[in-house]
């Protein structure tokens, strides 16, 4: 069984900041991809920032707020929000693909979500 917990969400005023985190556990073998998404009331889930390898993507939305990064030793992502604006109020989740051993394929897992709130 493979677990994905996101923490980190609360509420802040508009320019502060929060800092998220996600940690997969349970039968990993590796994890190729990790990345956020949110979902805003009444609108789609919608990508943030990804990172597999060495290599970045972000959301052209936040580009230049946020910073993804991860921990391989301790199965850990994160994702730094800086200079935070109302528009970014939204249930973040965690993403994850992930193989049990050596044979697997790939499977995704979500966490439960962690909402985040930025206040005029």
């Known amino acids: 069984q493979v677990q994905v917990v996101e923490s980190g969400g609360g509420l802040v005023q508009a320019g502060q900041s929060l800092r998220l985190s996600c940690a997969a556990s349970g039968s990993i073998f590796t994890i190729n991809v990790m990345a956020w998404y949110r979902q805003a009331p009444g609108k789609q889930r919608e990508l943030v920032a990804l990172?597999?390898?060495?290599?970045?993507n972000y959301a052209d939305s936040v580009k230049g707020r946020f910073t993804i990064s991860r921990d391989n030793t301790k199965n850990a992502a994160y994702l730094q929000m800086n200079s935070l604006k109302p528009e970014d109020t939204a249930v973040y989740y965690c993403?994850?693909?992930?193989?049990?051993?050596?044979?697997?394929?790939?499977?995704?897992?979500w966490g439960q979500g962690t909402q985040v709130t930025v206040s005029s």
């Open positions: 993403y994850a693909t992930i193989k049990t051993n050596p044979r697997s394929s790939s499977f995704t897992y």
């Open positions: 990172i597999t390898g060495g290599t970045t």
